[in-house]
């Protein structure tokens, strides 16, 4: 099961499911090929030259305004934030 650095699995992707993309490729080039075919991911760009594998696990910035139009659910994305500040404390 592939999954992206936004941590959806590509299998309910539309870009995968409609064989537009061959799934969540960490890679320079994949990130290239999207974007030649108007397909850009905003979460993608910043999480391969970054190294960051799937953003809610290793990105201390997540959730970021990369996320704000995502098909995360907002309470969802506010309850990680929370219990992301607590752990920290």
Known sequence: MKVGSCGICCDTCGLYTKKICSGCEKSEKHVDFLKSINANCPVLECAVPNKVDVCSRDCRMFPCSNFKDWPLAQGW????????IQKDN
């Not at 994305?77 to 992301?84: C, D, G, H, I, S």
């Open 77 to 84: 994305l506010e309850m990680f934030k929370e219990r992301a």
